[in-house]
């Protein structure tokens, strides 16, 4: 490890380590609000629920840098823009939670959906207020899944230059040096436990219950 | 736009010779596939043992997640440097890939052997154990076929996270359609770009229906309802979800 080099670039490796941060954290954020409705609609309507999971597999079979390519020509957007990386990842994300989602809330007991029912609830209020939140740490699971995921498919985007944290692996490529590499990893790996952590940390706050 | 990336696959020139698309695509599917064949010997034991046994799922689980956190790209460029200082010039770069090829394919096969192995039912088990089968019988003829459907969708998860980390390899100078990526965006060529990432999904998708197709074939009729009269197939564990990293 070459810390002088880190030191000198100390700069611009936190502003890429910024942008991988939001690069990787709004598509999550973005992901699973789609994702909510949607499952919630496949679990609903149980046709709905065949199509949707088809057409998130097929997503999910398409590799980030074929996405990350093609997007541009499709949206009109420059190759270079960082929305393209965004929009990406928060297919991917909506692919995965959709199903996460829609197995979350079929997860609900009866029990708990029959009391609700009795109790007066109307079917969106219970969606809200009841078999959301007990479904919240199956949601969890899959959301940690697509997080780590993500932080990861992320750095794919240095190949088409967008700045980020994959950057320091493709200039060390091109430097024939290790110390951007191996700091490139470490935050990489830093990020993606951070991000398991407030996810955990956010499902255990949200169901207080589960502690009782 | 949509007609340059036609115009530049439909060139009689672009398909031809050893940047040719027939080449590249079959570089492409000769690296994906021999890296999912070396996962297969390595997972394959080791999820079953992990599954029949009981021991050890915790820390593999945790291994296989871990090794999700680590970024791909960062891993072959790391490999590659690391080969060029360590092996023979010609094979450096090619076996560095390879193995960063194989390294992210056999988690996602590893976990849903094992998990495959331990959902069978323990009545299914016990039956076979009580028909007088030894532990290694039980789990050649019972749990790993029944295992099978899970299996294969691990088998494609690490197709998919292959032939989209062969894609990426382009950097550090493998063959593939990758070559068309990278090269394109060196040259500002996006059609040239373009083509490559389309034939790049079109590999991921016609592979993965391919795979999905064969295992269908190879699970037992038994557990998919093919030709069996009116009893109902076993219900399927669910699929274990492994997105790319790629």
């Known amino acids: 490890m070459n810390w002088d080099w880190l030191g000198r670039n100390a700069g611009e490796i936190t502003s890429w380590t910024l942008a991988h941060l939001l690069l990787a954290g709004v598509p999550t954020i973005v992901g699973l609000v789609l994702a909510i ?4 609609l496949a679990n609903r309507y149980r046709w709905a629920y065949p199509p949707m999971v088809t057409i998130a597999g097929l997503l999910y079979t398409i590799p980030s840098i074929a996405l990350f390519v093609l997007l541009p020509g499709l949206l009109g957007s420059s190759i270079l823009d960082p929305v393209n990386v965004i929009i990406a990842l928060s297919l991917y994300t909506v692919a995965l939670m959709v199903r996460s989602v829609a197995d979350a809330l079929a997860s609900v007991p009866n029990d708990v959906r029959q009391a609700a029912i009795a109790m007066g609830y109307r079917p969106l209020r219970r969606l809200l207020t009841v078999e959301l939140p007990v479904a919240i740490p199956v949601i969890g699971a899959g959301l940690r899944v697509a997080a780590v995921s993500n932080v990861s498919l992320v750095a794919v985007a240095a190949l088409i230059g967008v ?10 490529e091109q430097l024939d040096f290790y110390t951007p590499i191996i700091a490139g990893i470490v935050l990489c790996v830093v990020i993606a436990v951070l991000f398991d952590a407030v996810i955990l940390t956010a499902v255990r706050l949200s169901t207080p219950w589960r502690r009782a | 736009m949509i007609g340059d990336i036609w115009a530049w696959l439909t060139t009689a020139s672009h398909w031809d010779g050893q940047d040719g698309i027939w080449a590249r695509t079959w570089e492409h599917l000769q690296y994906t596939l021999l890296a999912v064949v070396i996962a297969l010997v390595i997972a394959i034991p080791i999820g079953a043992l992990i599954g029949h046994t009981g021991k050890g799922t915790a820390l593999v689980a945790g291994l296989a997640n871990a090794l999700r956190a680590l970024p791909s790209l960062g ?6 440097l690391w080969s060029l200082d360590h092996l023979p010039i010609g094979i450096a770069l090619q076996s560095a890939s390879i193995a960063v090829l194989v390294l992210l394919a056999v988690p996602p096969i590893l976990t849903s052997t094992y998990a495959g192995v331990a959902a069978v039912d323990p009545a299914t088990r016990d039956a076979a154990a ?3 089968m030894t532990g290694r019988q039980v789990l050649l003829r019972v749990e790993l076929p029944i295992a099978l459907p899970l299996v294969f969708s691990g088998i494609r998860s690490g197709y998919l996270q ?9 950097i550090v100078s493998l063959g593939g359609l990758g070559r068309y990526v990278i090269d394109g965006l060196a040259q500002q060529d996006y059609p040239k770009m373009a083509a490559g990432a389309l034939l790049v999904a079109l590999l991921a998708i016609v592979g993965d229906r391919v795979l999905a197709m064969i295992g269908y074939l190879l699970v037992s009729a038994g557990l998919t309802g093919r030709r069996t009269l009116a009893r109902r197939p076993a219900p399927a564990p669910s699929e274990v979800v492994m997105p790319a990293t790629t």
Do not use: R, Y
């Open chain 2, 75 to 80: 891993l072959l460029v790391i490999f590659a």
């Open chain 1, 37 to 40: 409705p949607l499952g919630a």
């Open chain 2, 130 to 132: 009580g028909m007088g």
């Open chain 2, 162 to 170: 292959s032939v989209a980390t062969a894609t990426i390899a382009a």
């Open chain 1, 163 to 172: 700045h980020q944290l994959g950057s320091l692996f493709t200039q060390g």
